[in-house]
């Protein structure tokens, strides 16, 4: 029956018209408007103005906004910051005339879109979940995309149509991720040239406290969400490789196989495994390489500490504490085997044989206080996470400081090597903090290289080549985030 | 609009048929067939056979298929044994003529009604989450129904509209949930009539291999569900009730913190905790009972070396182990720290402190051996059933065995007392097992009373009425299941 009618009809219309007349009549539409939009872009040819939309405008924006500005007059940008909370984006951008805050509902598609088609490259600071609405439109508009996150398994299937429309979507242009590949590739591509063999690669990232504003025995406050601190490890077994053979750590026993890891001038860290090392396999081209393993730092004596509240259970969200007339204390307690003698210290000093360093750990957590804890019921993570936010809140002159630290073991003419990379990052302030600086500041690199043409890429992407780290990497060194290497033997 | 219809018609017919003119003529339908259903009603009550429908020919409906067919030419009873395995169900019968074998897939909903619709009683001995369906068309059919199984909350919702049909879903009537509520409100309501209160109350269960056919270290083997031994404690943090105190044990605690129970001649068992032992304060009345503890039995030895495995991480499901190049020994070796000295037995055996009695039981499994797993990939979970389905097989002539202990303390003018209630059951041979006979003799021995009108409940129940559990528990004597009790000072 459709053949027929196609039969008869095609001496008049294309036959794609005919499979699908909608896109025919858009087709038409767009001849029609061809001689208006010529016009448009030749205004832009000479304007040269080019338009930078950024889509949310949260703590991890701050920095990324304030690149973008500074260099707006020398690049001749103008960048537009929509969020959903038009006085927050307005707040970001310190009145620069070559800023423009928007009021902006995310899923609200036909204004994304809108806002898309004006713009000449979009940045995604959305939650990660909402990054592929926007991939979406900036593939069907032709603009390219930057985001700070990992690209998901959704992300990835866009890469032949991106790339069919010449479209980038750069991924992963943050700090962890982001940073951490550019500073890793850029050794092992070293390593490579020169002929050596990696046989080891070691990754570790920490979000911590700057060493000025450490001041309690955990060495940690929350200098982020404080969701994925208490849930950290949770997510299930630690993969990693280890002379060739795959180990796995149980969540209950991730804090507890920690390594020590000193940076000079900073003191030792703890290091506990990062749920996937394995992925990196491939990403990084090191499928031969017979050890590879990732992990975050935090402070000396965090792990030993934390692991109490892993061993206990108290990290767990798999029911609901009746918490309505409990003290902190009670909460600990139900955790402990009855017993008519014993405080309750002394009951968890047996039970998981603590040394006195990290009892003090606990005790000035409060988590031995006979204070109400004041909710009705909680999981247990909930109310281990209302404890410590009181406790490991930032004060006012508070400075963050992100750590990461690279190993890389390699064969050269018959002999190993070792070369250490280390880099600290210490915020400014509680706006410009190391998190938003090392977040937004290799985002806003990689949007002027794209601007200025000096990045070809199509597809999905994300930092591992030379062309997109080198120049990022040497520009990040004026904003005091650099890299110390250390031959080690 | 509508009322202004009903206003002209309220007349002819009754408000509810304008309400519901589908019910008005299903109401008018019925009507003509009365005398067709009269004389079918009549030919019954001569007749005086009662139709039994049992859906699910199963393991677990050996020993009840049995008990009524046993019953069946006194009783005067047809047992009409469904399931999709038709020679399966044929088996059941061993050629009895009361009973019928029928093919049937439980969920064609059509067929389904017309058997219900035919019979006096339902038992549904399929898979826990298919008893809805049948629960919803015994109460429209208006038929009585028992299942095996713990009461869902779906199934509770069911109890208003059960009632006001008539109708009895009487659910938990195995052993486990089943013989252990009839036993333990045996003893409790007997503490309660003399005037006691009740201190303590702690239950455990385990289905283990009798002690004539125990051969291995681990005096276990696998009588049931391989899968749910395998996945033990692997649901969430188990909770428990001392001292008033909530008592909380996260899965990777709770084979650590196991508990000695002895049975007299039949030694010394370990109970782990169940996940949830709450609930029973309001099902058995014990809200103000300071402590209420309930648990799984294994013989001596087990919890510690299965604390292995679950410290390990073996039990896990959250990621895919690739195996295909695998030993035993590899996949073992996977969960220890790299060493280059020590042997897999060595690193264990310092990584987790373990005695020489745990290896024995360790090594008893062949997981340090270096043969090939044998499969390409599989969840550790998974491997370790593998493993174990192989070691822990029953030959021809085991047998299995049922334990349940049962502790009460309780005060009587002014003293304490303390009753323990035991019961062990061995099973006959591979088809009447001991936890067949626990399962269906009880569902038997309610349906015998349901349809001579010995039980006269309805709504969605539990056996924990004295008129329910004090004939079951009488006649359960007479097949070798029986509570032996002991009284401690």
């Given at each position: 029956?459709?053949?027929?009618?196609?039969g008869?009809?095609?001496?008049?219309?294309?036959?794609?018209?005919?499979?699908?007349p909608?896109?025919?009549?858009?087709?038409?539409?767009?001849?029609?408007?061809?001689?208006?939009?010529?016009?448009?872009?030749?205004?832009?040819?000479?304007?040269?103005?080019?338009?930078?939309?950024?889509?949310?405008?949260?703590?991890?924006?701050?920095?990324?906004?304030?690149?973008?500005?500074?260099n707006?007059?020398?690049?001749?940008?103008k960048?537009?910051?929509?969020?959903?909370?038009?006085?927050?984006?307005?707040?970001?951008?310190?009145?620069?005339?070559?800023?423009?805050?928007?009021?902006?509902e995310?899923?609200?598609?036909?204004?994304?879109?809108?806002?898309?088609?004006?713009?000449?490259?979009?940045?995604?600071?959305?939650?990660?979940s909402?990054?592929?609405?926007?991939?979406?439109?900036?593939?069907?508009l032709g603009?390219?995309?930057?985001?700070p996150?990992?690209?998901?398994?959704?992300?990835?299937?866009?890469?032949?149509?991106?790339?069919?429309?010449?479209?980038?979507?750069?991924?992963?242009?943050?700090v962890?991720?982001?940073?951490?590949?550019?500073?890793?590739?850029?050794?092992?591509d070293?390593?490579?040239?020169?002929?050596?063999?990696?046989?080891?690669?070691?990754?570790?990232?920490?979000?911590?406290?700057?060493?000025?504003?450490?001041d309690?025995?955990w060495?940690?406050?929350?200098?982020?969400n404080?969701?994925?601190?208490?849930?950290?490890?949770?997510?299930?077994?630690?993969?990693?490789?280890?002379n060739?053979?795959?180990?796995?750590?149980?969540?209950?026993?991730?804090?507890?196989?920690?390594?020590?890891?000193?940076i000079?001038?900073?003191?030792?860290?703890?290091?506990?495994?990062?749920?996937d090392?394995?992925?990196?396999?491939?990403?990084?081209?090191?499928?031969?390489?017979?050890?590879?393993?990732?992990?975050?730092?935090r402070?000396?004596?965090?792990?030993?500490?934390?692991?109490?509240?892993?061993q206990?259970?108290?990290?767990?969200?798999?029911?609901?504490?009746?918490s309505?007339?409990?003290?902190?204390?009670?909460?600990?307690?139900?955790?402990?085997?009855?017993?008519?003698?014993?405080?309750?210290?002394?009951?968890?000093?047996n039970?998981?044989?603590?040394?006195?360093?990290?009892?003090?750990?606990?005790?000035?957590?409060?988590?031995?206080?006979?204070?109400?804890?004041?909710?009705?019921?909680?999981?247990?993570?909930?109310?281990?996470?209302?404890?410590?936010?009181?406790?490991?809140?930032?004060?006012?002159?508070?400075?963050?400081?992100?750590?990461?630290?690279?190993?890389?073991?390699?064969?050269?003419?018959?002999?190993?090597?070792?070369?250490?990379?280390?880099?600290?990052?210490?915020g400014?302030?509680?706006t410009?903090?190391?998190?938003?600086?090392?977040?937004?500041?290799p985002?806003?690199?990689?949007?002027?290289?794209?601007?200025?043409?000096?990045?070809?890429?199509?597809?999905?992407?994300?930092p591992?080549?030379?062309?997109?780290?080198?120049?990022?990497?040497?520009?990040?060194?004026?904003?005091?985030?650099?890299?110390?290497?250390?031959?080690?033997?």
């Amino acid at each position: 029956m459709a053949s027929k009618m196609a039969g008869t009809e095609s001496q008049i219309l294309p036959q794609s018209a005919i499979r699908n007349p909608q896109s025919a009549i858009q087709n038409l539409r767009s001849e029609i408007c061809v001689p208006r939009l010529k016009k448009f872009y030749l205004w832009r040819k000479i304007s040269n103005v080019k338009k930078i939309l950024v889509i949310g405008a949260g703590r991890s924006s701050s920095s990324l906004v304030k690149y973008l500005l500074d260099n707006a007059e020398a690049q001749d940008w103008k960048v537009t910051l929509a969020d959903r909370d038009l006085a927050l984006a307005e707040s970001k951008l310190n009145g620069n005339e070559r800023g423009e805050a928007l009021l902006f509902e995310a899923d609200n598609h036909l204004r994304r879109k809108e806002l898309i088609e004006e713009c000449d490259l979009v940045i995604s600071m959305l939650p990660a979940s909402m990054h592929m609405m926007v991939a979406a439109d900036a593939i069907e508009l032709g603009k390219n995309l930057i985001t700070p996150s990992y690209v998901s398994p959704e992300m990835k299937e866009l890469n032949d149509e991106a790339r069919r429309k010449g479209v980038l979507l750069l991924n992963e242009m943050g700090v962890d991720p982001g940073i951490d590949h550019m500073s890793a590739m850029r050794v092992i591509d070293e390593i490579k040239s020169k002929g050596g063999k990696l046989i080891r690669f070691e990754s570790f990232t920490g979000g911590l406290i700057a060493p000025q504003s450490d001041d309690n025995p955990w060495h940690y406050k929350f200098t982020w969400n404080p969701r994925n601190v208490i849930m950290a490890g949770m997510g299930g077994t630690a993969q990693y490789i280890q002379n060739h053979n795959l180990k796995y750590i149980p969540i209950h026993k991730i804090f507890e196989r920690y390594k020590e890891i000193e940076i000079e001038g900073y003191g030792v860290f703890e290091g506990y495994a990062n749920r996937d090392s394995l992925s990196y396999r491939s990403v990084y081209g090191l499928e031969d390489v017979p050890t590879i393993y990732r992990g975050t730092l935090r402070g000396q004596g965090y792990c030993k500490a934390w692991n109490v509240f892993v061993q206990l259970g108290m990290t767990t969200e798999d029911f609901e504490v009746e918490s309505k007339n409990m003290t902190w204390r009670d909460f600990i307690n139900s955790y402990l085997q009855y017993d008519p003698e014993l405080p309750v210290e002394g009951k968890i000093q047996n039970y998981l044989n603590l040394d006195q360093e990290t009892m003090d750990l606990l005790k000035w957590t409060g988590i031995f206080d006979s204070t109400k804890i004041g909710v009705d019921s909680a999981t247990p993570a909930a109310l281990l996470q209302l404890l410590l936010e009181d406790k490991w809140k930032l004060k006012e002159d508070d400075k963050d400081m992100i750590v990461m630290w690279h190993r890389f073991d390699y064969e050269l003419d018959g002999q190993e090597h070792q070369v250490q990379s280390s880099m600290v990052a210490i915020g400014e302030d509680h706006t410009y903090t190391a998190m938003s600086n090392t977040v937004g500041l290799p985002m806003g690199i990689a949007a002027k290289m794209i601007l200025n043409g000096e990045m070809k890429l199509t597809g999905v992407q994300m930092p591992i080549l030379p062309e997109v780290y080198e120049p990022i990497l040497d520009e990040l060194t004026k904003f005091d985030i650099q890299f110390v290497e250390k031959t080690i033997h």
